[in-house]
């Protein structure tokens, strides 16, 4: 993973001699997404919670989804990139080692959400029936949850990790599908920031 990393394009001219092999980039994104889930969850874990049974369920919830979550994102994404930049790209491998950084985000997160859990003085989930005492008590747990400084730190390493990530596509296309590498990088990173804005213009 080092090698990924800190030796980009000697990874990838080394991975081109190789046979593909998908089973190194899967994991990566699915441990990432599943350490981000379980991060999260101990993150919160001392705030109010509308799921019912408590922490142990969160921690299930939250690793079931984050499987589900890196096999979606991991088919979706590599399926991006091979539109993008061609049949000769390998594009599934090009996709999941640049999730390296984020596996690293993850991996941070989990010992910090455990450490240094969010607290703060919330009231209970108002009701499901009331939509507007709903929405102002999302508001609030967003507010607060942003401004921790747990949150904040982690906000800024995967800012950092998600742009170490284009600089590994971009790396790795430029060894594989050189011709297409800048365009199959700049699509990727639209669609991401794109969805990353869009999450965050959504929140209540």
Not at 103 to 117: N, T
Not at 138 to 143: L, T
Not at 154 to 177: D, E, H, K, N, P
Request: charged share 10%.
């Amino acid at each position: 993973m080092w090698d990924v990393l800190f030796q980009t394009q000697r990874f990838f001219e080394a991975l081109a001699e190789r046979k593909p092999d998908l089973a190194a980039p899967f994991f990566i994104v699915i441990a990432s997404t599943t350490a981000s889930s379980l991060g999260q969850v101990l993150l919160t874990r001392l705030l109010p919670s509308g799921v019912p049974g408590g922490l142990p369920v969160q921690l299930v919830l939250a690793l079931v989804g984050g499987v589900i979550f890196g096999i979606l994102l991991w088919g979706l994404g590599g399926l991006l990139v091979r539109l993008l930049a061609g049949p000769d790209s390998r594009a599934w491998e090009v996709y999941g080692w640049a999730w390296v950084p984020a596996l690293l985000v993850g991996l941070v997160l989990v010992p910090v959400g455990a450490l240094f859990p969010v607290t703060g003085d919330l009231p209970p989930l108002p009701p499901t029936t009331d939509p507007d005492a709903l929405r102002a008590w999302q508001r609030e747990y967003q507010q607060l949850v942003g401004a921790a400084p747990a949150t904040r730190l982690l906000y800024g390493l995967g800012l950092l990790g998600t742009f170490w990530s284009f600089w590994i596509i971009w790396s790795g296309l430029r060894v594989l599908a050189p011709s297409r590498a800048l365009q199959a990088t700049l699509g990727v990173a639209g669609v991401t920031l794109a969805i990353m804005l869009w999450s965050i213009l959504a929140q209540p």
